[in-house]
């Protein structure tokens, strides 16, 4: 997971609360990603980014807001925590175009009360 | 949409035994990577593997483009093999999306 971190590791939010997750890279990637797995589930996409100044939505947006106003962060901000938020988020990157490795942070535990 | 499927969904296997897990995908792909999700949670790169064959150690993977589906394999297996084995793909209809198979959870019990 050398390149991708992830901060913070762990965290627990009062229902309500807001946060953000920092996602930092030193490899000069341009693609950026966010997901969240839950319990016995895969990774599900958040929010993606393919260049600094830009974000898309991905498969569970609602309820999340991302930045990337410089290339090596990708921010993830939840506004008002809830429950249904509690899972392990990660991060990965990519250089962008077909034939390139992804890479992954190491999560970051969420637990939402 | 795009569909990625890994089969079977639990595997438990005696150690030393061989085993094979598939993934398919619903369109071309420009990317596919195999990944081993250990019971720390942390994801680690086995395979990247668009087509063709490759091999690394005990383990070995084959993806068959034209067919949409890959396969993995895991010879002689060890009890740190277990945790769960993702596939995900870069189609090359949404190219900046990668999408992950709900995966495969593997136990090797001694």
């Known amino acids: 997971n050398a390149g991708v971190t992830q901060t913070p590791k762990f965290r627990v939010l009062k229902t309500g609360q807001s946060m953000t997750l920092l996602c930092a890279q030193d490899?000069?990637?341009?693609?950026m990603y966010w997901y969240r797995q839950d319990p016995g589930m895969g990774l599900r996409l958040i929010h993606y980014s393919v260049g600094e100044g830009t974000t898309a939505k991905g498969e569970v947006p609602d309820g999340y807001n991302v930045s990337r106003l410089k290339k090596q962060n990708f921010l993830l901000g939840l506004e008002s925590a809830a429950p249904s938020q509690t899972s392990v988020y990660f991060c990965a990157i990519h250089p962008g175009g077909s034939r390139n490795t992804i890479y992954f942070g190491e999560g970051s535990w969420l637990t939402v009360v | 949409g795009i569909q990625v499927e890994q089969s079977p969904p639990d595997l438990i296997l005696q150690e030393g035994a061989n085993s094979t897990l598939r993934c398919n995908f619903s369109d071309s792909v420009n990317n596919l990577q195999w990944f081993h999700q250990n019971p720390w949670g942390q994801l680690i790169n086995l395979f990247y593997i668009p087509s063709g064959t490759k091999q690394n150690g005990r383990l070995s993977a084959t993806t068959v483009a034209t067919e949409r589906y890959s396969l993995l394999y895991i010879s002689s297996s060890q009890t740190t093999d277990s945790g769960v084995y993702f596939c995900a793909v870069l189609m090359k209809t949404s190219y900046d999306k990668v999408i992950f198979g709900p995966g495969t959870s593997l136990s090797v019990i001694p």
């Open positions: 490899m000069n990637h341009e693609y």
